[in-house]
Each structure stands twice: as C-alpha cells, then as structure tokens.
C-alpha cells in the first residue's frame, strides 16, 4: 500500500490506538466516537480523525467507529498481517522476559529461534525454542529467511551481532543494547528501547514537578 | 529552577544528549561542535543550539562545546543530581533483568528494595536486595521515603500496585506493564515501557520498507 510519508509522531501514536481498540474490544465495547476514543487515549477528537485520515476512510458520520474493524485495519496498516519471523540474540534475564512473557504472536511475530554465547544455556529451552550457539546462526539464516533480529546482547557485542543479521537478509532490529547502532545505511530499519532513556524522561519530570 | 514550558520532544531527546555525550568523554573527546554532535545524533546544528536553548547558555561559538560540562549541565537538568531512590515491585524475568543488569547508580537512582509474591523468591538476593514479600511494601515506603516505583508485574496487578506505591508516597512509576495507567491525577508522573508499541512501531517500518 503506497501512501504520503506519515509522520514519526503519527507512527509513534498507531501502536497505542491498537492497544486500546485490543482493550475497548475485549471489554465489549461495539462501535466508540473519535471523541471517547480521545478522552481514553488523552488526545482530541480532531486529533483521532486527522491522525486516521492519513491511512484512508474510517468512522461514519454520527455513528463513530466499529472497534473491530478499526482494529483490524490499524493492524493491517501497522504490518501485523504480514507474518514477520524473528530471532533473538542473548537469552539473559531480558532476552528470557521476552521469549517467557512477551506475546509476539499477538503482534503478527514469530519467534523462530534463540541463540546465546554462554555454554551453560545452549541446549536449554526457553518457551519452546532450543537456546543454539550463536556460531550456528548464519546456516540457520541460510536456511530459515528472518526479517528481523532481536538484540538482547551486552552492548559491545550490538555492532557485530546486528551486522550478522544484517548479512543473514534480516530487515529489521529491535535494539535492547542502549547502544546506537551506527549501520551507515538506510536499508535496514533499527528500533530502540533505550531503558535510560525512559528512566532519565521520568527523572526529568519528577525533577520539573516537585 | 523554573523555565519555560519544555515540548515533549524536546524532554525525550535530553536522555540522548546525555547518552551521546557520555560516548564522547569516554572516548577522550574534550570538545565538540554542534554540527559535529548533531552529526553523530542525526540532528541539524541548529536543532542542537535550539534545543540547548531552551535551557541556557552552553557552548561557546567558534569553540563548541567542551563535552564535560555539557555533559554535567545535561545530567543537572535531567535530574540525575536529585537522588532519586526507588523500589521494585516484581521479580521475574524482567525485574532480574533491571535489578542485575541495569545501572540505576549511573543514572542518579538508588534501587532501595525489591517486592514479590511469589513465595519461592521471597528472601532470595538480587543485586544485594533481599527479595521482600509485597506486604512489607506500605511499611517500607513509610519508614523509607521513595520517590520512584518500578512496576514489573503482571498486567492485571499494574493498577492496585500503582496505587499503593502512590498511597505511600511515591512521586513517578516507571510502568513495564504494558497498561495506560488510569491513575485519574496528574501530580503523578508515569513513564511507560511499551514494548510492543516499540515492536509494533519496527513492523510498522520494515513493511512500509518492502
């Protein structure tokens, strides 16, 4: 689907409308005004139409939105339709919360494999995944075509390990390293969860209020 | 101190500031221009200027900015001098990641105690925290004055347990539950953790890529 280059805010803000159409939904809600979808997400009813109306027509005049199929389709523009597979480098304590407690599949992922360095946790499973030595994860790029790497890596290993993937044909990574990583090309999509960032945002504002 | 009202993105890119600063001292770089740090932040010079503004005075023009002060000047007005101390109400997987893996003391917070349920924890030590049964938390908070609380528990315990870290005290929640916070207040600071806003933001890109 082509459209106008939407903006980073607007992309920032889809996943939240996914969230809370998933709750709205699983509380029975049928059909919500762009006002009461406003007030749950703390933005303006003008806000939720403008921010909608850059992916095509949604909503009726007077009657709102139908919460499932506006669900739908922001899970269809968000990409969650199109069967990503994914990998996870790193099975400590952070990349074990994600393949024991993150749900990819509701998000249209896949965890297809989990690698790590450490002898003592290659063999072992985690949520279904035998841990593999990372030497064997080039052959299984080879063989298994992954669009995206999941680093859960100390931080000096994130350079190395996203070029690896980046080799392997993966085309996106999601970066827990709290590293930038400086690919130097555009072709490979780099999201960050940068934990000090968000840590140091919360001190920021309790600083500024009190 | 009192400045003007701060834009968002303003506030969400100070963290990085800190981040890429604190790169280039460990790197031995005594100064920098600001088209050389916007180079490596992917921001224009004058962003750069523009968002230091907002701020003071920094840098001196034909010289740059010598990165250490800079750095201490960002660290001041991010709060990080403000000793902050916080708790941590849940143990899995991702609370070890936070209490064994991420440095709060870099950040100018002080972890002072974790809390779980789970009977097969409680007791056990993380990162020199003997793990507390949750309810010893109102106690604590009384006897120990928090101003943060880490929210890693379970989805359905996010709003009870936001609760009672407020009932005692405390100023902002750092929320990884994967739940908007109706906490009806606002002279309390929340900072979420989405991650699968994050994921969902990675599939939004790589399919608008392909």
Redesign the interface.
Known sequence: MKREKVSSAV??R???Y???LTDLLAAGTVRISSSALGESMHLTASQIRQDLSCFGEFGQQGYGYNVESLRREVAE????T?S?TAVILGV???G???T???H?D????RLTAAFDVDPALIGMVTSGLTIQPLEALDDFLKENPT??GILTVPRAAALPMAERLIAGGV??I?NFT?S?LALGRD?V?V????????????????????
């Open positions: 992309i920032r889809l996943p939240r996914y969230r809370h523009i968000l990409g969650m199109n990503h400590g304590n952070l074990r919360a994600l024991e407690n993150f990819f509701r998000y249209g992922f669009n995206v085309k996106g999601w709290n930038d072709d999509i999201e960050n969860v940068h934990f000090s960032d968000s840590l140091l945002t919360l001190s920021y504002l309790i600083s500024e209020a009190t």
